[in-house]
């Protein structure tokens, strides 16, 4: 089953419990925070819309250990804050991480799974996406490799991906990862120990 329309609505207006990953606090916070009118009047069927708020450059090494992780470091390309009308070009075979400018704050009750928008896909950029686990509070950071043979141009602001939201049957473990809250990138040091 996945959540409909109005009940997205109802979550976004409304608020959903979550406990805080900074305070450890119950509080109510929008299912999805940053959303212009627009974007909540324009949910069509099951998803919504999210938007690009930046664009970052992974550069040196990684190590993928099964004891330890460390992610390459980045470089923030361009963001919405500093260029609110910037334009990126992205050139074929190049790597980068895009992040909304929306954040989501998953109550313990649902799961959600994000998918590049067709336009993207159709333009040769397909973004690499994942289940966002319940609890998880931030903004969403996907992996993009240019497959097409020519310059696209992308502008901040851009609809991006597409959330859908669907309920857990009995209970479930809430998010303990190390991206919660915007992390990008470990910037070349050890994840965690595990």
């Not at 997205?8 to 959303?35: A, F, M, N, S, W």
């Not at 998803?47 to 004891?67: C, H, N, Q, W």
């Not at 050139?91 to 989501?104: A, D, K, R, S």
């Not at 040769?124 to 994942?130: K, S, V, W, Y």
């Amino acid at each position: 089953m996945i959540i409909g329309a109005d009940k997205i609505i109802q979550l976004i207006k409304e608020g959903v419990d979550i406990e805080d990953h900074k305070t450890g606090r119950l509080v109510k916070r929008p299912l999805i925070e940053y959303l212009g009118e627009d974007q909540i009047d324009g949910i069509e069927g099951t998803t919504v819309d999210l938007r690009l708020g930046a664009i970052y450059r992974p550069f040196g090494k990684a190590s993928l250990m099964r004891e330890g992780r460390i992610t390459p470091n980045i470089e923030k390309v361009i963001d919405i804050e500093s260029f609110p009308d910037g334009v990126y070009q992205v050139n074929p075979g190049e790597y980068l991480l895009f992040q909304t400018i929306e954040q989501v704050n998953l109550p313990n009750f649902l799961f959600a799974y994000i998918r590049p928008r067709t336009t993207l896909i159709r333009s040769g950029i397909p973004l690499e996406t994942a289940f966002i686990s319940p609890n998880y509070q931030g903004r969403l950071t996907v992996g993009m490799k240019h497959q097409g043979m020519n310059e696209v141009e992308i502008q901040m602001g851009f609809r991006i991906l597409c959330i859908a939201f669907f309920p857990i049957d009995g209970k479930a473990v809430p998010y303990r990862g190390i991206w919660q809250g915007d992390k990008v990138s470990t910037d070349g040091k050890e994840e965690r120990p595990f």
